[in-house]
């Protein structure tokens, strides 16, 4: 430690004042003592595998860039999805493709995973053969990975390699939304009987996962001692700022979800078994009968302003259904129960807000809109995290109406083994190691898939 004080000096203080070289020294020691706490902010740097140069850089950086000073120091340990720890990266790894041209051409172009996100998901929900499904899932990733290769063997006759971690974050994402999606489609709904007992052992799947990944990351950290010379600040910094802002994203969904759960378990009269007389259907209803089932959707409570809130309720549909891709009507019955009850009978809070004043604001937002609008230009949510708490209510409000509660709080615990195992994939802080452990992971679970529904 003492070594890498005396060498940051040399490099960046030589002329400090001998009056300020205690404080100095003061200063860099407490930056070494985080890098290396376990329990630090930095603790999944690999800070000690780095060259002394590059480890002298990043100890710059960190001290001297206002931004990784204020972003990480003050806000890592926070749980915020709308909260981006990507300019923590040293600004040159955002630069490798702006000084030439073609190589900014390339880089416009590079594979976007947007469309296949939603490919798959179509394919997902109209797919009525499961297994022959998942076999056309693996076929879609091989094309997605020979994609990437194809881009990669572009920039190699150019003499680059491709900068940043945008690959992976988008890989990353492609892969949990489809496991999670044919989860729900095809084992969670297609197969209720049999659900809850393949959802744990998909838990058994990801434990057993995880515990290979630690051993791949072991040996990682040994090839990093053997040569380190790849882990340059600008590479590691990129690394852990993608790794920062995704983790973020993954824990507040996690949390909005544990929170739902603890609101099943402690009011099982409000989300327990529904009495026949107040099942609802995916039927269309007639505008005659909006009063009629006033009882079913309040589940025979009397609810104040019932009229108000149906309406607010059904623009809400309205809205969800036509620009946020979400297969909902506000004249069916199920949708209009589900919508309402977690809307204006779950009192559970997030961010110190209620689902109704969330909803409330954001119809505001709507009503205030230019009504020639487009796609691009309609409203998002104030915040990131009151558009994930509202979408996992309502998700929460179908597992409920179709009697699957129990299987509702068993993904979620596939769901954050999932997510850790995925994580991982960024502290190979290497591209294509990383996207090669997500694409395992996710051969992985698909095949796994494919077994349980044979048996």
């Known amino acids: 430690m003492d070594k890498?004080?005396?060498?940051?000096?040399?490099?960046?203080?030589?002329?400090?004042?001998?009056?300020?070289?205690?404080?100095?020294?003061?200063?860099?020691?407490?930056?070494?003592?985080?890098?290396?706490?376990?329990?630090?902010?930095?603790?999944?740097?690999?800070?000690?595998?780095?060259?002394?140069?590059?480890?002298?850089?990043?100890?710059?950086?960190?001290?001297?860039?206002?931004?990784?000073?204020?972003?990480?120091?003050?806000?890592?340990?926070?749980?915020?999805?709308?909260?981006?720890?990507?300019?923590?990266?040293?600004?040159s790894l955002n630069n490798v493709f702006s000084g030439d041209s073609e190589l900014r051409e390339i880089r416009e172009n590079l594979l976007s995973l947007d469309q296949w996100v939603l490919d798959t998901r179509f394919q997902i929900r109209l797919t009525e053969d499961s297994r022959s499904l998942l076999l056309n899932l693996m076929r879609i990733n091989s094309s997605i990975l020979r994609c990437y290769q194809e881009e990669d063997d572009k920039l190699l006759i150019m003499g680059v390699g491709l900068a940043g971690f945008e690959r992976l974050r988008s890989y990353i994402d492609y892969v949990a939304n489809a496991l999670l999606q044919f989860l729900v489609y095809h084992i969670v709904v297609n197969?209720?009987?049999?659900?809850?007992?393949?959802?744990?052992?998909?838990?058994?799947?990801?434990?057993?996962?995880?515990?290979?990944?630690?051993?791949?990351?072991?040996?990682?950290?040994?090839k990093w001692k053997?040569?380190?010379?790849?882990?340059?600040?600008?590479?590691?910094?990129?690394?852990?700022?993608?790794?920062?802002?995704?983790?973020?994203r993954f824990e507040e969904e996690i949390h909005i979800k544990q929170?739902?759960?603890?609101?099943?378990?402690?009011?099982?009269?409000?989300?327990?078994?529904?009495?026949?007389?107040?099942?609802?259907?995916?039927?269309?209803?007639?505008?005659?009968?909006?009063q009629t089932i006033e009882s079913i959707i309040t589940e025979g409570k009397h609810v104040n302003n019932y009229g108000r809130k149906l309406l607010n309720t059904q623009k809400f549909i309205d809205v969800f259904s036509s620009y946020g891709g979400r297969s909902?009507?506000?004249?069916?019955?199920?949708?209009?129960?589900?919508?309402?009850r977690e809307i204006y009978l779950s009192h559970v809070c997030y961010a110190r807000k209620q689902a109704a004043s969330i909803v409330s604001e954001y119809l505001s937002d709507v009503s205030a809109c230019s009504p020639t609008f487009s796609l691009d230009s309609f409203p998002q949510f104030r915040l990131k995290k009151q558009y994930i708490f509202l979408r996992e209510k309502i998700n929460r409000g179908y597992f409920r109406e179709t009697g699957l509660s129990k299987a509702y709080v068993s993904k979620f615990l596939f769901e954050e083994k999932l997510y850790t195992l995925l994580l991982k994939s960024y502290l190979f802080y290497s591209l294509s190691d990383g996207v090669n452990a997500v694409c395992e992971i996710y051969s992985e679970f698909l095949q796994e898939y494919y077994d349980l529904l044979a048996e």
Do not use: W
């Open 191 to 222: 197969k209720k009987e049999k659900a809850l007992a393949i959802i744990s052992q998909l838990c058994i799947k990801a434990d057993d996962l995880d515990k290979v990944m630690d051993k791949k990351l072991e040996q990682q950290h040994q």
């Open 4 to 91: 890498l004080v005396y060498q940051y000096i040399k490099r960046y203080e030589p002329n400090v004042e001998a009056d300020d070289l205690s404080n100095l020294k003061k200063q860099l020691v407490i930056l070494l003592n985080k890098l290396h706490d376990n329990k630090s902010v930095y603790k999944n740097l690999p800070f000690d595998y780095m060259p002394v140069d590059q480890q002298l850089k990043l100890m710059h950086h960190l001290r001297t860039s206002p931004v990784a000073g204020r972003q990480i120091i003050s806000n890592m340990t926070k749980i915020d999805a709308d909260r981006s720890f990507l300019e923590f990266a040293c600004p």
């Open 328 to 340: 909902c009507n506000s004249m069916c019955l199920m949708d209009l129960k589900v919508y309402f």
């Open 226 to 248: 053997i040569n380190p010379i790849k882990l340059t600040a600008e590479l590691v910094s990129g690394g852990f700022s993608d790794f920062l802002t995704h983790r973020s």
């Open 259 to 290: 929170l739902l759960v603890e609101e099943m378990k402690n009011r099982p009269d409000f989300f327990g078994e529904i009495p026949s007389k107040y099942i609802s259907s995916k039927r269309l209803i007639q505008p005659t009968e909006l």
